[in-house]
């Protein structure tokens, strides 16, 4: 008789640590530093005496903070340089728009944080009160933090292995005094590692109510966007939908449109219908989307009657819509 070697289950993707070996078992798992995988792991000992199966001390903090933001949305890219943080600013500042709605964005893309130049407060600095870290405010309703008001200098490079990160993150959601919020922007880096492990694990209890996935035309990117909602459906985040950004270039003298990136394979259109995600809209290039970038300004007020800001307010509308928010 030929012995069969059962498979070893697949670990819960927020069980295993930051700066866990190749094939860790995860720490939820009966064999959390028994494993051959576990030797020589500078987490052996506490997985094998079962410490490391107990509740992130700081889960109760986080859950305490975040009872007064009714939605929290993760924007995601599984590429880089899609316009991920442009997104997410214009969101912000439509949200804001309304004045009635109190908007927070947390950039924890730690790595690369774009968000405060992008919204033009980049040169302002973190303070501390009795009640925690106060976010910095691009106006009256719209607060934001990010680890780029923290560094010396915008020259400085963040070397930091994953538990450094997920320590940052954990202080963002539980020592940020964001007070009473009616949307959550978070603004992630590319891909699937520490930083989105970290925020799903710590909101866990707290709910997160959807993604929105961005992606350019191009198969180089689409690939990285199927792993991304491949990602979020493992660890039960909802998909609000897909925006396809850089679709496109319409001149803004005559109007035409051309096909700047030509979607090969049929686009994020096609991505969608094929995952089986709603498919929010595609926002066309326009160079001053970029110089709003690098000014710090809301390229929606500058320029509203822009192709882009149009695709940008249908694709808010659309999400407002789905999140019955409209």
């Given at each position: 008789?030929?012995?069969?070697?059962?498979?070893?289950?697949?670990?819960?993707?927020?069980?295993?640590?930051?700066?866990?070996?190749?094939?860790?078992?995860?720490?939820?798992?009966?064999?959390?530093g028994k494993a051959d995988a576990c030797?020589?792991?500078?987490?052996?000992?506490?997985?094998?005496?079962?410490e490391a199966r107990g509740p992130d001390p700081a889960l109760p903090l986080v859950r305490q903070r975040m009872a007064s933001v009714k939605r929290k949305i993760l924007v995601?890219?599984?590429?880089?340089?899609?316009?991920k943080s442009t997104f997410t600013a214009q969101l912000g500042w439509a949200f804001a728009a309304d004045e009635q709605l109190q908007?927070?964005?947390?950039?924890?893309?730690?790595?690369?944080?774009?968000?405060?130049?992008?919204?033009?407060?980049?040169?302002?600095?973190?303070?501390?009160?009795?009640?925690?870290?106060?976010?910095?405010?691009v106006q009256d309703n719209l607060g934001v933090m990010s680890v780029g008001f923290m560094l010396p200098s915008s020259k400085d490079?963040?070397?930091w292995r994953g538990p450094k990160k997920n320590g940052?993150?954990?202080?963002?959601?539980?020592?940020?005094?964001?007070?009473?919020?009616?949307?959550?922007?978070?603004?992630?880096?590319?891909?699937?590692?520490?930083?989105?492990?970290?925020?799903?694990q710590y909101l866990k209890e707290s709910g997160i109510d959807g993604a929105v996935v961005i992606t350019t035309p191009q198969e180089v990117a689409l690939q990285d966007v199927r792993r991304e909602i491949d990602f979020c459906r493992k660890v039960g985040i909802r998909v609000l939908g897909l925006?396809?950004?850089?679709?496109?270039?319409?001149?803004?003298?005559?109007?035409?449109?051309?096909?700047?990136?030509?979607?090969?394979t049929g686009g994020g259109r096609r991505l969608a219908q094929d995952m089986n995600v709603e498919f929010l809209g595609a926002v066309p290039l326009d160079p001053r989307i970029g110089k709003s970038a690098d000014y710090g300004v809301s390229f929606l007020d500058e320029y509203p009657d822009s192709p882009a800001s149009i695709a940008y307010l249908d694709i808010i509308d659309k999400i407002k819509e789905i999140?019955?928010?409209?």
């Amino acid at each position: 008789m030929i012995a069969v070697q059962q498979a070893a289950p697949t670990p819960d993707p927020l069980s295993v640590p930051a700066n866990a070996p190749e094939h860790c078992p995860g720490t939820e798992s009966e064999l959390a530093g028994k494993a051959d995988a576990c030797a020589g792991c500078a987490n052996q000992e506490i997985c094998a005496s079962g410490e490391a199966r107990g509740p992130d001390p700081a889960l109760p903090l986080v859950r305490q903070r975040m009872a007064s933001v009714k939605r929290k949305i993760l924007v995601l890219s599984g590429k880089g340089g899609v316009g991920k943080s442009t997104f997410t600013a214009q969101l912000g500042w439509a949200f804001a728009a309304d004045e009635q709605l109190q908007t927070g964005i947390m950039d924890v893309d730690i790595c690369g944080p774009s968000i405060p130049t992008i919204l033009g407060i980049a040169s302002e600095q973190v303070h501390a009160s009795s009640s925690g870290w106060s976010p910095v405010y691009v106006q009256d309703n719209l607060g934001v933090m990010s680890v780029g008001f923290m560094l010396p200098s915008s020259k400085d490079a963040i070397m930091w292995r994953g538990p450094k990160k997920n320590g940052l993150i954990s202080q963002f959601l539980k020592d940020v005094d964001w007070g009473d919020l009616d949307y959550l922007v978070i603004d992630t880096p590319p891909g699937t590692s520490d930083e989105h492990l970290s925020i799903v694990q710590y909101l866990k209890e707290s709910g997160i109510d959807g993604a929105v996935v961005i992606t350019t035309p191009q198969e180089v990117a689409l690939q990285d966007v199927r792993r991304e909602i491949d990602f979020c459906r493992k660890v039960g985040i909802r998909v609000l939908g897909l925006v396809e950004n850089m679709s496109g270039f319409v001149c803004p003298n005559c109007k035409n449109e051309s096909q700047i990136f030509k979607p090969s394979t049929g686009g994020g259109r096609r991505l969608a219908q094929d995952m089986n995600v709603e498919f929010l809209g595609a926002v066309p290039l326009d160079p001053r989307i970029g110089k709003s970038a690098d000014y710090g300004v809301s390229f929606l007020d500058e320029y509203p009657d822009s192709p882009a800001s149009i695709a940008y307010l249908d694709i808010i509308d659309k999400i407002k819509e789905i999140l019955g928010d409209a």
